[in-house]
Protein backbone atom coordinates (compact mmCIF):
# COMPACT_ATOMS: atom_id res chain seq x y z
CA UNK A 1 0.00 0.00 0.00
CA UNK A 2 1.70 3.36 -1.52
CA UNK A 3 2.21 6.43 1.27
CA UNK A 4 -0.41 8.64 -0.81
CA UNK A 5 -2.51 5.73 -0.10
CA UNK A 6 -2.39 5.23 3.70
CA UNK A 7 -2.85 8.67 4.15
CA UNK A 8 -5.94 8.99 2.04
CA UNK A 9 -7.31 6.38 3.24
CA UNK A 10 -6.25 7.73 6.90
CA UNK A 11 -8.21 10.75 6.01
CA UNK A 12 -11.33 8.53 5.50
CA UNK A 13 -10.86 6.89 8.49
CA UNK A 14 -11.03 10.32 10.65
CA UNK A 15 -13.11 11.97 8.76
CA UNK A 16 -15.77 8.80 9.69
CA UNK A 17 -14.54 8.74 12.96
CA UNK A 18 -15.58 11.95 13.82
CA UNK A 19 -18.41 11.94 11.58
CA UNK A 20 -19.60 8.83 14.29
CA UNK A 21 -18.58 11.18 16.73
CA UNK A 22 -16.09 8.80 18.41
CA UNK A 23 -12.68 9.33 20.04
CA UNK A 24 -9.28 7.94 18.71
CA UNK A 25 -9.65 6.11 21.79
CA UNK A 26 -13.07 4.46 22.01
CA UNK A 27 -12.60 3.59 18.10
CA UNK A 28 -9.20 1.70 19.61
CA UNK A 29 -11.37 -0.53 21.99
CA UNK A 30 -14.08 -1.28 18.89
CA UNK A 31 -11.11 -2.59 17.18
CA UNK A 32 -9.56 -4.12 20.14
CA UNK A 33 -6.16 -2.34 19.37
CA UNK A 34 -3.99 0.65 20.85
CA UNK A 35 -5.44 4.50 20.47
CA UNK A 36 -2.07 4.75 19.34
CA UNK A 37 -2.06 2.70 16.34
CA UNK A 38 -5.52 5.15 15.35
CA UNK A 39 -3.47 7.57 15.25
CA UNK A 40 -0.75 6.02 13.29
CA UNK A 41 -3.71 4.58 10.65
CA UNK A 42 -5.05 8.40 10.57
CA UNK A 43 -1.76 9.82 9.98
CA UNK A 44 -1.62 7.78 6.91
CA UNK A 45 1.92 6.02 8.96
CA UNK A 46 0.32 2.29 9.78
CA UNK A 47 0.31 -0.36 7.18
CA UNK A 48 -3.82 -1.52 7.18
CA UNK A 49 -4.77 -5.32 5.81
CA UNK A 50 -7.48 -5.99 3.94
CA UNK A 51 -9.10 -7.13 6.91
CA UNK A 52 -8.23 -4.72 9.12
CA UNK A 53 -9.63 -2.14 6.60
CA UNK A 54 -12.79 -4.08 6.59
CA UNK A 55 -13.05 -4.22 10.57
CA UNK A 56 -12.56 0.03 10.01
CA UNK A 57 -15.25 0.19 7.69
CA UNK A 58 -17.83 -2.07 10.30
CA UNK A 59 -16.72 -0.19 13.40
CA UNK A 60 -17.52 3.07 11.57
CA UNK A 61 -20.28 1.90 10.02
CA UNK A 62 -18.92 3.08 6.30
CA UNK A 63 -16.83 1.90 3.18
CA UNK A 64 -13.71 3.29 3.65
CA UNK A 65 -12.19 1.95 0.51
CA UNK A 66 -14.29 0.50 -2.18
CA UNK A 67 -12.52 -2.88 -2.90
CA UNK A 68 -12.88 -4.96 -6.07
CA UNK A 69 -12.25 -8.34 -6.89
CA UNK A 70 -9.58 -10.19 -5.48
CA UNK A 71 -6.62 -11.46 -8.11
CA UNK A 72 -3.85 -13.99 -7.06
CA UNK A 73 -0.33 -12.93 -8.32
CA UNK A 74 1.60 -16.24 -9.03
CA UNK A 75 5.51 -16.60 -8.90
CA UNK A 76 6.81 -19.89 -10.57
CA UNK A 77 7.96 -22.64 -11.46
CA UNK A 78 7.46 -23.89 -7.57
CA UNK A 79 8.95 -26.69 -6.06
CA UNK A 80 6.56 -27.73 -2.76
CA UNK A 81 7.78 -29.71 0.17
CA UNK A 82 6.23 -30.44 3.54
CA UNK A 83 2.98 -32.02 4.73
CA UNK A 84 -0.92 -30.14 4.38
CA UNK A 85 -3.82 -31.63 6.36
CA UNK A 86 -7.08 -32.22 4.03
CA UNK A 87 -9.95 -30.07 4.94
CA UNK A 88 -13.47 -31.71 5.71
CA UNK A 89 -16.06 -31.70 2.41
CA UNK A 90 -17.17 -28.97 0.93
CA UNK A 91 -20.00 -30.32 -0.67
CA UNK A 92 -20.77 -32.71 2.38
CA UNK A 93 -20.88 -29.00 4.50
CA UNK A 94 -23.66 -27.57 2.31
CA UNK A 95 -25.82 -30.33 2.59
CA UNK A 96 -25.15 -30.94 5.85
CA UNK A 97 -26.36 -27.04 6.67
CA UNK A 98 -29.53 -27.90 4.52
CA UNK A 99 -30.14 -30.95 6.29
CA UNK A 100 -30.21 -28.76 10.04
CA UNK A 101 -33.43 -27.72 8.94
CA UNK A 102 -34.86 -30.65 9.67
CA UNK A 103 -33.81 -30.95 13.14
CA UNK A 104 -35.89 -28.88 16.14
CA UNK A 105 -33.10 -29.53 17.70
CA UNK A 106 -29.02 -28.15 17.98
CA UNK A 107 -26.90 -29.02 15.39
CA UNK A 108 -22.90 -28.67 16.11
CA UNK A 109 -20.95 -29.31 12.93
CA UNK A 110 -17.19 -30.37 13.60
CA UNK A 111 -14.55 -28.66 11.18
CA UNK A 112 -17.07 -27.19 8.51
CA UNK A 113 -15.21 -26.00 5.35
CA UNK A 114 -15.16 -21.77 5.65
CA UNK A 115 -15.47 -20.76 1.98
CA UNK A 116 -17.88 -18.59 0.26
CA UNK A 117 -20.85 -21.25 -0.74
CA UNK A 118 -20.95 -21.82 3.40
CA UNK A 119 -21.36 -18.25 4.24
CA UNK A 120 -23.69 -17.74 1.39
CA UNK A 121 -26.09 -21.02 2.65
CA UNK A 122 -25.38 -19.08 6.32
CA UNK A 123 -26.84 -16.13 5.21
CA UNK A 124 -30.23 -17.80 3.96
CA UNK A 125 -30.33 -19.40 7.36
CA UNK A 126 -30.34 -16.76 9.22
CA UNK A 127 -32.52 -14.76 7.04
CA UNK A 128 -35.41 -17.46 7.73
CA UNK A 129 -34.60 -17.11 11.71
CA UNK A 130 -31.94 -19.80 12.17
CA UNK A 131 -29.09 -18.69 14.76
CA UNK A 132 -25.61 -19.70 13.61
CA UNK A 133 -22.12 -19.20 15.05
CA UNK A 134 -18.65 -20.01 14.60
CA UNK A 135 -17.47 -21.44 18.27
CA UNK A 136 -14.01 -21.42 17.91
CA UNK A 137 -10.98 -21.21 15.42
CA UNK A 138 -11.15 -25.36 14.35
CA UNK A 139 -14.30 -24.09 12.37
CA UNK A 140 -17.06 -25.95 14.76
CA UNK A 141 -20.28 -24.40 13.72
CA UNK A 142 -23.25 -24.42 15.80
CA UNK A 143 -27.07 -24.31 14.56
CA UNK A 144 -30.27 -23.12 16.49
CA UNK A 145 -33.44 -22.98 14.37
CA UNK A 146 -36.32 -21.28 15.98
CA UNK A 147 -39.35 -22.76 16.24
CA UNK A 148 -40.79 -21.56 13.32
CA UNK A 149 -39.29 -21.00 10.36
CA UNK A 150 -40.01 -17.42 8.58
CA UNK A 151 -39.94 -18.23 4.31
CA UNK A 152 -40.99 -15.08 3.56
CA UNK A 153 -37.80 -13.34 4.70
CA UNK A 154 -35.41 -15.16 2.46
CA UNK A 155 -32.22 -13.33 1.53
CA UNK A 156 -32.87 -13.71 -2.17
CA UNK A 157 -28.87 -12.40 -2.94
CA UNK A 158 -27.56 -14.90 -0.81
CA UNK A 159 -29.72 -17.68 -2.41
CA UNK A 160 -28.98 -16.49 -6.03
CA UNK A 161 -25.23 -16.96 -5.44
CA UNK A 162 -25.40 -20.94 -4.88
CA UNK A 163 -26.79 -23.60 -5.98
CA UNK A 164 -27.24 -25.25 -2.87
CA UNK A 165 -30.17 -23.77 -1.98
CA UNK A 166 -32.08 -26.11 -3.60
CA UNK A 167 -31.79 -28.70 -1.42
CA UNK A 168 -33.80 -26.79 0.72
CA UNK A 169 -36.95 -28.07 -1.00
CA UNK A 170 -36.49 -31.82 0.48
CA UNK A 171 -36.68 -30.62 4.50
CA UNK A 172 -38.67 -26.94 3.61
CA UNK A 173 -41.64 -29.71 2.33
CA UNK A 174 -42.67 -30.68 5.57
CA UNK A 175 -42.21 -27.54 7.17
CA UNK A 176 -45.03 -25.49 5.02
CA UNK A 177 -47.77 -26.20 2.55
CA UNK A 178 -46.52 -23.49 -0.07
CA UNK A 179 -43.19 -21.39 -0.22
CA UNK A 180 -41.18 -19.72 -2.70
CA UNK A 181 -37.19 -20.30 -3.57
CA UNK A 182 -35.24 -17.97 -5.85
CA UNK A 183 -33.20 -19.64 -9.13
CA UNK A 184 -30.20 -21.14 -7.91
CA UNK A 185 -26.84 -20.07 -9.15
CA UNK A 186 -23.28 -21.07 -8.41
CA UNK A 187 -21.18 -22.56 -11.04
CA UNK A 188 -22.02 -21.34 -14.65
CA UNK A 189 -21.97 -25.05 -16.01
CA UNK A 190 -24.67 -24.97 -18.44
CA UNK A 191 -28.41 -25.87 -18.19
CA UNK A 192 -28.45 -27.82 -15.14
CA UNK A 193 -32.77 -28.85 -15.21
CA UNK A 194 -34.73 -29.11 -11.82
CA UNK A 195 -36.80 -31.91 -13.02
CA UNK A 196 -34.69 -34.99 -11.30
CA UNK A 197 -35.27 -33.02 -8.53
CA UNK A 198 -39.34 -33.44 -8.86
CA UNK A 199 -38.66 -36.47 -10.25
CA UNK A 200 -37.56 -37.29 -6.26
CA UNK A 201 -39.85 -34.93 -4.38
CA UNK A 202 -43.25 -35.77 -6.49
CA UNK A 203 -43.61 -38.78 -4.78
CA UNK A 204 -43.92 -36.69 -1.24
CA UNK A 205 -46.75 -34.56 -2.79
CA UNK A 206 -44.06 -31.48 -4.04
CA UNK A 207 -44.88 -29.72 -6.83
CA UNK A 208 -42.93 -26.59 -8.13
CA UNK A 209 -43.75 -24.02 -10.90
CA UNK A 210 -40.88 -21.69 -11.88
CA UNK A 211 -42.77 -18.47 -11.57
CA UNK A 212 -40.44 -15.15 -12.02
CA UNK A 213 -36.87 -15.44 -10.73
CA UNK A 214 -38.57 -18.56 -8.36
CA UNK A 215 -39.59 -21.48 -7.90
CA UNK A 216 -43.35 -21.64 -6.52
CA UNK A 217 -43.11 -24.65 -4.17
CA UNK A 218 -47.06 -26.49 -3.00
CA UNK A 219 -47.08 -29.17 -0.96
CA UNK A 220 -50.49 -31.66 -1.01
CA UNK A 221 -50.33 -33.67 2.32
CA UNK A 222 -52.66 -36.65 0.82
CA UNK A 223 -49.90 -38.05 -1.41
CA UNK A 224 -47.30 -40.05 -0.22
CA UNK A 225 -44.51 -42.42 -1.23
CA UNK A 226 -46.48 -45.23 -2.99
CA UNK A 227 -43.37 -47.39 -4.10
CA UNK A 228 -40.19 -46.96 -4.36
CA UNK A 229 -38.43 -43.87 -5.62
CA UNK A 230 -36.37 -44.24 -9.05
CA UNK A 231 -34.20 -41.17 -9.74
CA UNK A 232 -33.75 -40.58 -13.63
CA UNK A 233 -30.55 -39.04 -12.42
CA UNK A 234 -27.93 -40.64 -10.20
CA UNK A 235 -27.36 -37.22 -8.68
CA UNK A 236 -25.41 -36.02 -5.61
CA UNK A 237 -28.19 -33.21 -4.44
CA UNK A 238 -31.38 -34.84 -6.29
CA UNK A 239 -30.35 -37.74 -3.59
CA UNK A 240 -30.04 -35.72 -0.88
CA UNK A 241 -33.22 -33.74 -1.31
CA UNK A 242 -35.07 -37.45 -1.75
CA UNK A 243 -33.00 -38.49 1.28
CA UNK A 244 -34.39 -35.23 3.23
CA UNK A 245 -37.81 -35.78 2.25
CA UNK A 246 -37.93 -39.18 3.47
CA UNK A 247 -36.37 -38.42 6.66
CA UNK A 248 -39.58 -36.66 8.05
CA UNK A 249 -41.79 -39.09 6.01
CA UNK A 250 -42.65 -41.63 8.77
CA UNK A 251 -42.52 -45.46 7.09
CA UNK A 252 -39.72 -46.72 4.91
CA UNK A 253 -38.85 -45.24 1.47
CA UNK A 254 -36.85 -46.78 -0.73
CA UNK A 255 -34.76 -44.51 -3.10
CA UNK A 256 -32.81 -46.91 -6.33
CA UNK A 257 -30.30 -45.70 -8.79
CA UNK A 258 -29.26 -43.34 -5.49
CA UNK A 259 -25.72 -41.66 -5.79
CA UNK A 260 -23.26 -43.17 -2.95
CA UNK A 261 -20.74 -40.30 -3.19
CA UNK A 262 -18.72 -39.05 -0.51
CA UNK A 263 -21.41 -36.10 0.84
CA UNK A 264 -24.44 -38.37 0.23
CA UNK A 265 -22.22 -40.92 2.85
CA UNK A 266 -22.04 -37.71 5.26
CA UNK A 267 -25.57 -37.03 4.94
CA UNK A 268 -26.51 -40.33 5.60
CA UNK A 269 -24.48 -40.87 8.86
CA UNK A 270 -26.06 -37.43 10.12
CA UNK A 271 -29.50 -38.71 9.61
CA UNK A 272 -28.88 -42.04 11.47
CA UNK A 273 -27.45 -39.08 14.11
CA UNK A 274 -30.99 -38.01 14.18
CA UNK A 275 -32.70 -41.05 14.69
CA UNK A 276 -33.71 -41.74 11.02
CA UNK A 277 -32.60 -45.28 9.64
CA UNK A 278 -30.99 -45.26 6.72
CA UNK A 279 -30.15 -48.77 4.88
CA UNK A 280 -27.83 -49.37 2.26
CA UNK A 281 -25.34 -46.85 2.94
CA UNK A 282 -22.56 -47.09 -0.11
CA UNK A 283 -24.69 -48.83 -2.42
CA UNK A 284 -27.04 -47.42 -4.96
CA UNK A 285 -30.32 -48.46 -3.10
CA UNK A 286 -31.69 -46.70 0.15
CA UNK A 287 -34.21 -47.55 2.47
CA UNK A 288 -35.40 -44.74 4.82
CA UNK A 289 -37.05 -45.42 7.80
CA UNK A 290 -38.76 -41.77 8.71
CA UNK A 291 -39.44 -39.89 11.75
CA UNK A 292 -42.45 -37.62 12.36
CA UNK A 293 -40.58 -35.04 14.20
CA UNK A 294 -37.08 -34.72 14.89
CA UNK A 295 -35.58 -32.59 18.15
CA UNK A 296 -32.21 -33.27 19.76
CA UNK A 297 -29.13 -31.87 19.84
CA UNK A 298 -26.72 -33.66 17.54
CA UNK A 299 -23.15 -33.26 17.18
CA UNK A 300 -21.15 -34.71 13.80
CA UNK A 301 -17.91 -34.25 11.80
CA UNK A 302 -18.14 -34.69 8.16
CA UNK A 303 -14.89 -36.32 6.47
CA UNK A 304 -12.07 -35.23 4.29
CA UNK A 305 -12.68 -33.56 1.24
CA UNK A 306 -11.87 -35.83 -2.11
CA UNK A 307 -11.93 -33.50 -4.31
CA UNK A 308 -9.20 -31.32 -2.33
CA UNK A 309 -7.06 -33.86 -1.80
CA UNK A 310 -7.34 -34.14 -5.63
CA UNK A 311 -6.37 -31.04 -6.13
CA UNK A 312 -3.40 -31.07 -3.88
CA UNK A 313 -2.12 -34.46 -5.69
CA UNK A 314 -2.07 -32.73 -8.90
CA UNK A 315 -0.45 -29.77 -7.43
CA UNK A 316 2.15 -32.12 -6.41
CA UNK A 317 2.23 -33.47 -9.91
CA UNK A 318 2.74 -30.81 -11.92
CA UNK A 319 5.23 -29.12 -9.92
CA UNK A 320 7.28 -32.23 -9.70
CA UNK A 321 7.03 -31.77 -5.68
CA UNK A 322 7.16 -34.24 -2.62
CA UNK A 323 5.01 -33.68 -0.22
CA UNK A 324 2.74 -35.93 2.41
CA UNK A 325 -1.13 -34.99 2.03
CA UNK A 326 -2.64 -36.21 5.37
CA UNK A 327 -5.96 -37.33 5.60
CA UNK A 328 -7.12 -38.56 2.46
CA UNK A 329 -10.38 -39.98 2.21
CA UNK A 330 -9.17 -42.95 -0.07
CA UNK A 331 -11.97 -44.69 -0.71
CA UNK A 332 -13.25 -41.77 -3.14
CA UNK A 333 -9.75 -41.63 -4.40
CA UNK A 334 -8.80 -45.51 -5.75
CA UNK A 335 -9.88 -44.91 -9.44
CA UNK A 336 -8.00 -41.71 -9.62
CA UNK A 337 -4.63 -43.05 -8.07
CA UNK A 338 -5.22 -46.66 -10.22
CA UNK A 339 -5.45 -44.29 -13.53
CA UNK A 340 -2.13 -42.13 -12.41
CA UNK A 341 -0.60 -44.94 -10.80
CA UNK A 342 -0.94 -46.13 -15.36
CA UNK A 343 0.11 -42.76 -16.00
CA UNK A 344 3.34 -43.78 -14.30
CA UNK A 345 2.69 -42.04 -10.85
CA UNK A 346 4.94 -42.40 -7.89
CA UNK A 347 3.66 -42.12 -4.56
CA UNK A 348 3.50 -44.16 -0.98
CA UNK A 349 0.86 -44.33 1.59
CA UNK A 350 0.21 -45.63 5.44
CA UNK A 351 -2.34 -47.75 6.73
CA UNK A 352 -6.07 -46.52 6.73
CA UNK A 353 -7.72 -45.64 9.59
CA UNK A 354 -10.93 -43.86 10.29
CA UNK A 355 -12.32 -40.30 9.94
CA UNK A 356 -13.77 -38.40 12.51
CA UNK A 357 -17.37 -39.49 11.27
CA UNK A 358 -16.52 -42.77 12.07
CA UNK A 359 -16.39 -44.65 8.65
CA UNK A 360 -14.78 -43.08 6.16
CA UNK A 361 -11.34 -44.68 5.35
CA UNK A 362 -8.57 -42.38 5.47
CA UNK A 363 -4.64 -42.58 4.47
CA UNK A 364 -1.58 -40.34 4.18
CA UNK A 365 0.19 -40.01 1.02
CA UNK A 366 3.67 -39.01 -0.29
CA UNK A 367 3.91 -37.84 -3.87
CA UNK A 368 7.29 -38.79 -5.30
CA UNK A 369 8.21 -36.78 -8.24
CA UNK A 370 7.39 -38.69 -11.45
CA UNK A 371 7.69 -38.99 -15.25
CA UNK A 372 4.60 -39.75 -16.52
CA UNK A 373 2.98 -40.91 -19.86
CA UNK A 374 -0.24 -40.07 -21.91
CA UNK A 375 -2.56 -43.17 -20.77
CA UNK A 376 -3.67 -45.85 -23.57
CA UNK A 377 -7.67 -45.17 -22.87
CA UNK A 378 -9.84 -41.71 -22.53
CA UNK A 379 -10.36 -40.58 -19.49
CA UNK A 380 -13.95 -40.22 -18.45
CA UNK A 381 -15.72 -39.57 -15.19
CA UNK A 382 -18.51 -42.20 -13.66
CA UNK A 383 -20.82 -41.90 -10.94
CA UNK A 384 -19.30 -42.93 -7.59
CA UNK A 385 -17.31 -45.68 -7.50
CA UNK A 386 -15.96 -44.65 -10.43
CA UNK A 387 -13.48 -41.60 -11.30
CA UNK A 388 -15.48 -38.35 -9.67
CA UNK A 389 -16.70 -36.03 -12.01
CA UNK A 390 -15.20 -33.10 -9.83
CA UNK A 391 -11.92 -34.27 -10.28
CA UNK A 392 -11.83 -34.89 -14.57
CA UNK A 393 -11.06 -31.38 -14.76
CA UNK A 394 -7.27 -31.72 -12.64
CA UNK A 395 -6.48 -34.40 -15.14
CA UNK A 396 -6.15 -31.95 -17.83
CA UNK A 397 -3.36 -29.86 -15.74
CA UNK A 398 -2.10 -33.72 -14.91
CA UNK A 399 -1.78 -34.68 -18.71
CA UNK A 400 -0.50 -30.98 -20.18
CA UNK A 401 2.76 -32.29 -18.11
CA UNK A 402 3.02 -36.10 -19.24
CA UNK A 403 4.28 -37.50 -22.41
CA UNK A 404 1.98 -38.27 -25.15
CA UNK A 405 -2.00 -37.58 -26.29
CA UNK A 406 -5.04 -37.42 -23.72
CA UNK A 407 -8.16 -37.42 -24.38
CA UNK A 408 -10.85 -36.23 -21.43
CA UNK A 409 -14.20 -36.84 -21.97
CA UNK A 410 -16.79 -34.55 -19.78
CA UNK A 411 -20.26 -35.67 -20.50
CA UNK A 412 -21.68 -34.63 -17.75
CA UNK A 413 -21.76 -30.80 -18.35
CA UNK A 414 -21.93 -29.16 -21.77
CA UNK A 415 -19.71 -26.58 -21.23
CA UNK A 416 -16.84 -27.35 -18.56
CA UNK A 417 -13.91 -28.42 -20.83
CA UNK A 418 -14.08 -25.38 -22.94
CA UNK A 419 -12.73 -23.69 -19.93
CA UNK A 420 -9.50 -26.23 -19.99
CA UNK A 421 -8.58 -24.68 -23.00
CA UNK A 422 -7.50 -21.49 -20.51
CA UNK A 423 -4.20 -23.64 -20.03
CA UNK A 424 -3.50 -22.79 -24.06
CA UNK A 425 -2.60 -19.19 -22.59
CA UNK A 426 -0.17 -20.57 -20.12
CA UNK A 427 1.58 -22.44 -22.86
CA UNK A 428 -0.24 -26.12 -22.68
CA UNK A 429 -1.36 -27.89 -25.91
CA UNK A 430 -5.14 -28.13 -25.16
CA UNK A 431 -7.34 -28.66 -28.01
CA UNK A 432 -11.32 -28.79 -27.74
CA UNK A 433 -12.57 -31.76 -29.75
CA UNK A 434 -16.46 -30.69 -29.27
CA UNK A 435 -18.08 -29.13 -25.82
CA UNK A 436 -17.87 -32.17 -24.35
CA UNK A 437 -14.33 -33.31 -25.34
CA UNK A 438 -10.89 -32.26 -25.21
CA UNK A 439 -7.22 -33.24 -26.71
CA UNK A 440 -4.03 -32.85 -24.65
CA UNK A 441 -0.77 -32.79 -26.00
CA UNK A 442 2.40 -33.01 -23.39
CA UNK A 443 4.45 -32.42 -22.13
CA UNK A 444 4.62 -28.82 -21.90
CA UNK A 445 6.87 -26.37 -20.88
CA UNK A 446 4.53 -23.63 -18.81
CA UNK A 447 5.14 -20.08 -18.90
CA UNK A 448 3.65 -17.35 -16.74
CA UNK A 449 0.75 -14.95 -18.79
CA UNK A 450 -2.52 -13.15 -17.05
CA UNK A 451 -5.94 -14.68 -16.53
CA UNK A 452 -9.03 -14.01 -15.93
CA UNK A 453 -10.35 -16.95 -14.03
CA UNK A 454 -12.96 -19.21 -15.44
CA UNK A 455 -16.49 -19.13 -13.87
CA UNK A 456 -16.46 -23.06 -12.88
CA UNK A 457 -14.84 -23.75 -9.49
CA UNK A 458 -12.57 -26.72 -10.73
CA UNK A 459 -11.33 -25.35 -14.06
CA UNK A 460 -10.05 -22.31 -11.95
CA UNK A 461 -8.39 -23.84 -9.55
CA UNK A 462 -6.50 -25.98 -12.63
CA UNK A 463 -5.18 -22.92 -14.03
CA UNK A 464 -3.78 -21.70 -10.23
CA UNK A 465 -2.07 -24.69 -10.30
CA UNK A 466 -0.39 -24.81 -13.86
CA UNK A 467 0.57 -21.18 -12.96
CA UNK A 468 2.56 -22.62 -9.81
CA UNK A 469 4.92 -25.21 -12.67
CA UNK A 470 4.69 -21.57 -15.26
CA UNK A 471 8.12 -20.16 -15.62
CA UNK A 472 7.83 -16.61 -14.31
CA UNK A 473 4.70 -14.43 -12.59
CA UNK A 474 1.41 -15.26 -13.64
CA UNK A 475 -1.70 -13.20 -12.46
CA UNK A 476 -5.36 -15.11 -12.03
CA UNK A 477 -7.98 -12.12 -11.98
CA UNK A 478 -11.12 -12.57 -10.00
CA UNK A 479 -11.02 -15.34 -7.96
CA UNK A 480 -14.29 -15.20 -6.30
CA UNK A 481 -15.10 -18.58 -7.80
CA UNK A 482 -12.18 -20.49 -6.20
CA UNK A 483 -12.89 -19.07 -2.99
CA UNK A 484 -16.61 -20.71 -3.41
CA UNK A 485 -14.91 -24.02 -2.98
CA UNK A 486 -11.94 -24.08 -1.32
CA UNK A 487 -10.58 -22.75 1.95
CA UNK A 488 -7.47 -20.44 1.69
CA UNK A 489 -5.77 -22.53 -1.28
CA UNK A 490 -3.65 -19.65 -1.72
CA UNK A 491 -2.39 -18.83 2.34
CA UNK A 492 -2.04 -23.04 2.18
CA UNK A 493 0.33 -23.74 -0.85
CA UNK A 494 2.19 -21.25 0.50
CA UNK A 495 2.44 -22.85 3.56
CA UNK A 496 4.12 -25.65 1.00
CA UNK A 497 6.61 -23.51 -0.81
CA UNK A 498 4.70 -21.26 -3.61
CA UNK A 499 4.56 -17.94 -3.52
CA UNK A 500 0.84 -17.06 -4.49
CA UNK A 501 -0.24 -12.98 -3.07
CA UNK A 502 -3.42 -12.02 -2.76
CA UNK A 503 -4.13 -8.41 -3.71
CA UNK A 504 -7.19 -6.31 -4.86
CA UNK A 505 -7.83 -3.23 -6.74
CA UNK A 506 -8.98 0.11 -5.43
Avoid at 256 to 277: E, I, P, T
Wanted: with cysteine; charged share 20%; glycine share 6%.
Amino acid sequence: MSIDYKSRIGTLIRDARMHRGLTQSQLADLLSTSQSAINRMEKGHQNLSLEMLARVGEALDSEIVELGPTHLRVQGPTTLTGAIDVKTSKNAGVALLCASLLNRGRTTLRKVARIEEVNRLLEVLNSLGVKTRWLNSDNDLEIVPPKDLDLSQIDETAARRTRSVIMFLGPLLHRAESFDLPYAGGCNLGTRTVEPHMTALRPFGLEVKATDGSYHAQVNRAIEPERPIVLTERGDTVTENALMAAALHPGTTVIRNASSNYMVQDLCFYLQKLGVGVEGIGTTTLRITGVASIDVDVDYAPSEDPIEAMSLLAAAIVTKSEITIQRVPIEFLEIELAVLEEMGFQYSRTEEYVARNGHTRLVDLTTKPSQLRAPLDKIHPMPFPGLNIDNLPFFAVIAAVAEGQTFLHDWVYENRAIYLTELTKLGGQVKLLDPHRVMIEGPTSFSGAELVCPPALRPAVVILLAMLASKGTSVLRSTYVIHRGYEDLAERLNLLGATIETFRDF
